[in-house]
């Protein structure tokens, strides 16, 4: 087997991650146009708390619940503490970078700089199965199967349920969704919340696939948002998409370039989408 | 005392890259996280070329501003084109890969082990052996590089700039050269940045990529956050805070040397967060041109055919002989110290230039308002968008020195016409001419400039300037390279001369976000008429005023038509209209209707059929 099989299926594997990631902060991105740049705090976070937990034998499922509530604590503080409280949206993005900036170094400062391994909870895994002569790694298949039932669920929720309308109703038009009587900061609350579990699902994952350190936050945050862009305007499955598109494309791009060069071709694709179709692959062109 | 010399030598680095951000960041509005990698570039520029003794480090200077120059251009292209938060998504691409590069391109720098014995400063065969030495220049360079930006910052240059920060569209319209004002402050803040880096190469003697990173980046435009966007010497002072504070640190608690750097970053972080709660503006915000009383009086007669008397803030209203000394005396523009020499009578051939320019601009007034050429002529003009047909073959002619109404409803297509003739809109047929000139494929710049100027519905003022900066942006020149660095007296006067004539002298200092919905409507004509506009579009100039404000708008209209200009005005306001212009065009759906004296057009049946009686119904209604 060549080469470009097995960097389809890492490609798959980081392309699940990244799904996920795209998808937690596309879910507070379109309904509050906040850009939430301490997501990429809230992920390693998350990571460092489901790491401290288990490594001290604590069972998997209530460090993956304590992670969920953790993650899901410090995005609505986020919104609650900060955000809300400016107007002006470079002054988000810049105090999303402080919060970034502070939580990533708090955890440096408690837990030093020195990148960790995070065992998954089972050996198997570990394991590989091989389908017609291509080795898939087991963490690959869960990976993919995570991000497409939680995406999925999420997705499924936001266009069946009463909440879900309100929250499409508040990312197309907020002033019009504040008429029509939805109370959006409760809204915001939720979709906060949501977005920082979905975020720390794929902390794990992220950590059992390249282990934590506490610096490694940004670039995966980066790599999501660009996904999300690249996915399309105001739609929270086509982020999903573009997050995974963009996992499956940068693996591919190890074939030809060197990995240094992963993040510029990440870029290069956001641009040339921006400028060629600004409402995104998936999304539906709005007349402004 | 090395330490101390030392820690000066860096503060006056950021202080000197800090202030190149607030040009970008603050006055500008380009929200960019990129500007590390231009000290990553003039670094990494005096570093390569020095130690592999290619040249001295003042040539390596140049080459490192030649490469930011390049880049800049390249980060300067989409600041248009791009909306807010994807440009600055798409400069911390840039930036992180500058970082990644210096990592990854071995051959070129060493990769992370970084390239060491970078030799000392040295300028024309001296070299400063001396840490003490080395600050001194390094500070007084600081001190120089900070008073240029803020030179710059006062000028009309720095007023354009905070202009097209407010709005672009607007600026287009009054024809200034936003691609070049663009351009020309991104080069030249990335100039000083790279200068910053090759400084710091040659201050430390080694460079590798941990040095210059997105964390630098960000300190940075937390420094012009801190100090006040806007405001060079407060982002000056912002940035000794932040470069001092991780020294400080260990001086005054007691933390151990692998903690002080989370630990400087997480109180990074809390000031900014608290910052941006607390003080949005920064702790000295930006300050407007404050123009104190009788700054404007001379002799120098006013250049527009406007006779109101100058004066500002209720000052003296006398028009007193020439007195060089007593206006260098009164040219005191206050927060503007560095421009008052260039505004005093110590400068003439500044004002000769600007004098010059009036001058120019109005034999052209007057020529126009002699000949017999239509001021526009509009050819079988259409436009569709997607089904919808907006405009079809619409033809008309504007007579010079002529005030023509536009009348239509909602939907009638006005709105598109406006945006085609002042050239924010393509036609996809037909064409227009401007004293017989065409001009369907002009940009709106060079239209405004050629004397078609418009306002918008919306305004589209320029919300964080006050009512006398607005005018001024307006002025022909201003923003212009030939026009200098200081903020010639003479626009200050045009702009002062409109604001009496329109009574808007009280509001001069006020920001236009603060002021009343009408005098607001007053700011975008008296901005547009600034210009010295041959054919001025004005759209819905009527809607939502008094009838007192009506009374003075009309006023101001006519005393415009009677100095050569052309006027036309759109408006659905049929009453206000038809009973102050010479000539009425009445549109609907998209086509012509009726043409000709408001009398004439008023009485016409068709027009009745499909304005008047509806508006009238719905007046009623």
């Not at chain 1, 074939?255 to 240094?260: C, D, N, V």
């Amino acid at each position: 087997m060549g080469v470009i099989p097995n960097l389809l299926v890492s490609g798959v594997g980081l392309g699940a991650i990244l799904g996920l990631l795209a998808f937690g902060f596309a879910l507070s991105y379109w309904p509050s146009r906040q850009f939430h740049f301490a997501y990429a705090g809230v992920v390693v976070a998350a990571s460092y708390t489901y790491w401290s937990l288990t490594i001290h034998g604590i069972s998997w499922i209530i460090g993956l619940v304590v992670t969920l509530i953790v993650s899901a604590v410090l995005g609505v503080a986020c919104y609650a503490l900060v955000y809300r409280r400016l107007t002006d949206s470079g002054a988000v993005f810049l105090s999303g970078f402080a919060l970034s900036l502070i939580l990533s170094n708090a955890i440096q400062w408690g837990f030093g700089s020195v990148p960790s391994l995070v065992q998954p909870p089972f050996a198997s895994l570990g394991n590989v199965v091989e389908v017609g002569g291509l080795r898939i790694p087991i963490l690959v298949i869960v990976e993919l199967v995570i991000f497409l039932v939680v995406a999925g669920a999420i997705s499924i929720a936001i266009y069946r349920s009463r909440l879900g309308v309100a929250v499409r109703g508040v990312s197309s038009d907020p002033d019009l969704a504040q008429a029509a009587g939805i109370n959006s900061n409760r809204l915001l609350i939720i979709v906060y919340a949501v977005g920082s579990m979905v975020a720390a699902i794929g902390a794990i994952l992220l950590a059992y696939q390249s282990g934590i350190s506490p610096n490694d936050g940004f670039n995966p945050m980066l790599f999501a948002i660009n996904g999300m862009l690249v996915g399309g305007r105001r739609s929270f499955s086509g982020g999903a998409a573009g997050g995974f598109g963009l996992g499956v494309i940068l693996q591919l791009s190890l074939w030809k370039l060197p990995s240094a060069w992963q993040t510029t071709t990440a870029f290069v694709v956001l641009v040339i989408i921006v400028l060629v179709r600004p409402q995104g692959v998936f999304g539906r062109k709005v007349e402004a | 005392m090395d330490y101390v010399w030392e820690l000066g030598a860096l503060c006056a680095i950021y202080v000197i890259a800090a202030v190149s951000l607030n040009l970008l960041q603050g006055t500008m509005g380009v929200m960019t996280i990129a500007q590390a990698a231009f000290l990553a570039i003039g670094g990494y520029s005096t570093a390569i070329l020095t130690t592999r003794h290619i040249t001295t480090f003042v040539p390596s200077i140049f080459v490192g501003v030649g490469i930011s120059a390049v880049v800049a251009i390249l980060l300067a292209w989409p600041v248009l084109s791009l909306s807010g938060f994807i440009y600055t998504i798409a400069s911390f691409a840039v930036m992180l890969t500058v970082t990644s590069l210096s990592t990854s391109w071995t051959s070129l720098t060493n990769g992370s082990y970084g390239i060491p014995g970078i030799p000392q400063l040295s300028v024309g065969g001296v070299t400063l052996s001396s840490t003490a030495s080395s600050a001194v220049t390094y500070l007084v360079l600081a001190v120089l590089i900070t008073l240029g930006f803020a030179r710059i910052t006062r000028s009309h240059w720095g007023i354009a700039m905070r202009g097209m920060r407010e709005s672009v569209a607007a600026a287009r319209s009054l024809g200034k050269p936003v691609v070049g004002i663009t351009f020309g402050g991104y080069v030249l803040s990335a100039a000083a940045a790279s200068l910053a880096g090759s400084l710091y190469a040659a201050f430390t003697g080694y460079l590798d990529p941990t040095v210059f990173t997105v964390t630098t980046a960000f300190l940075l435009v937390a420094m012009v956050v801190i100090g006040g966007r806007g405001n060079v010497w407060a982002v000056a002072a912002g940035s000794l805070v932040i470069s001092l504070l991780p020294n400080l640190l260990p001086l005054v608690t007691p933390l151990s040397a692998s903690i002080v750097g989370p630990a400087t970053q997480v109180l990074y972080g809390v000031i900014l967060v608290a910052c941006l709660l607390l003080r949005p503006l920064g702790l000295v915000p930006e300050r407007s041109l404050r123009v104190r009383p009788n700054v404007l009086q001379g002799s120098l007669s006013a250049p527009r055919s406007f006779s109101g008397r100058v004066r500002l803030l209720g000052g003296a209203t006398a028009v007193r002989a020439p007195d060089p000394v007593g206006q260098r005396d009164a040219a005191q523009v206050s927060a503007a110290g560095a421009d008052r020499a260039s505004e005093s009578g110590a400068a003439p051939a500044r004002h000769a230039v600007a004098a010059g320019k009036q001058s120019a601009a109005a034999p052209t007034l007057a020529a126009s308002s002699d000949s017999t050429m239509p001021a526009l002529k509009v050819m079988s003009l259409s436009k569709q968008y997607g089904g919808v047909r907006a405009l079809s073959d619409v033809s008309f002619t504007l007579e010079t020195a002529v005030i023509t109404g536009l009348l239509g409803a909602n939907g009638a297509g006005k709105s598109t016409l406006l945006g085609i003739i002042s050239g924010f809109i393509e036609p996809n047929a037909g064409s227009i001419e401007l004293f017989g000139k065409d001009i369907t494929h002009v940009s709106p710049t060079a239209r405004a400039r050629a004397g078609v100027v418009r306002t918008f519905q919306e305004l589209r003022l320029f919300e964080g300037l006050t009512t006398l900066e607005n005018v001024v942006v307006g002025v022909p020149g201003v923003g212009r390279i030939r026009t200098g660095l200081g903020l010639p007296r003479s626009v200050l006067r045009t702009a002062a001369d409109l604001l009496e004539q329109l009574d808007l002298m009280r509001l001069a200092n006020t920001r236009v976000q603060a002021i009343s919905y009408g005098d607001r409507k007053l700011v975008a004509v008296a901005r547009a008429l600034a210009t010295g506009a041959r054919l001025l579009l004005v759209d819905e100039p009527f809607s939502g005023l008094t009838d007192r404000e009506i009374e003075r708008l009309c006023a101001i209209f006519r005393s415009t038509v009677s100095s050569g200009a052309t006027l036309l005005l759109i408006d659905h306001n049929a009453q206000a209209v038809t009973s102050f212009v010479d000539h009425l065009l009445v549109m609907d759906h998209g086509s012509l209707i009726a043409e000709g004296s408001p009398e004439k057009v008023t009485s016409d049946p068709a027009v009745i059929e499909a304005y008047f009686g509806r508006q009238v119904e719905e007046a009623d209604g």
